[in-house]
DNA sequence: GACAAACATATCGTATATGATATAATAAAA
DNA sequence: TTTTATTATATCATATACGATATGTTTGTC
């Protein structure tokens, strides 16, 4: 599965196939965590990226979800949102 | 702050404080809550990088908080523990 | 102390995350 | 449609995660 097959799962609204698709993705559904976050805020990639001092292309990355971020930039993005980014296990 | 300071300062019990590191170092938290359900499990390391696919000195270095996993990385973890990894926004 | 099991540390090679810049695509507004 | 704001994509250089192996250190048991 990769993310866009994510997305398509989560916006048919499919809600079973959706909760397991979410238990195997937890990158996913902080990506999700962190574009409403920003869109709740109003708050474009661009300065999104600037308070979390790197650049929009990287945010833009990072939203895509094409790639294994670290916790480091996971944290760092949760930061400039005004959050707390949680790890735990359940 | 480094782990080593993370670690005194929770096994100083001091509330507050550990609180405040929590805060700032959610890699650290994981860590603990790795460690913890791998004790409770009684796993050794090379057991658990066993059934994470990796080797024991990977384990070592990621319990010691020496460096700055992946988000794939600790699923593997999670999943080698029979558990979900959780990342969220609070 | 001798031995074994478990964990820590060092190091190296490879893959990939990340920053950065440029530019393309898209959306929104005039 | 033209212009502007926003987001996506491509690419490169550098740093670092990660796997792997070897070895050191600690801990416990006899």
């Given at each position: 599965?990769?993310?866009?097959?994510?997305?398509?799962?989560?916006?048919?609204?499919?809600?079973?196939?959706?909760?397991e698709?979410?238990?195997?993705?937890?990158?996913?559904?902080?990506?999700?965590?962190?574009?409403a976050?920003?869109?709740?805020?109003?708050?474009t990639?661009?300065?999104?990226?600037?308070?979390?001092?790197?650049?929009?292309?990287?945010?833009?990355r990072?939203?895509?979800?094409n790639?294994?971020?670290s916790v480091?930039?996971?944290?760092?993005?949760?930061?400039?949102?005004?959050?707390?980014?949680?790890?735990?296990?359940?």
């Open positions: 599965m990769n993310y866009k097959e994510y997305k398509k799962a989560v916006l048919t609204g499919n809600p079973e196939l959706c909760k698709y979410k238990a195997l993705a937890p990158q996913y559904e902080i990506i999700e965590a962190v574009i976050t920003r869109i709740e805020k109003q708050m990639q661009a300065e999104l990226a600037e308070r979390a001092d790197t650049k929009q292309s990287n945010i833009s990072f939203e895509s979800g790639y294994n971020p480091e930039f996971l944290q760092k993005i949760a930061g400039a949102l005004d959050k707390q980014l949680e790890i735990t296990l359940r």
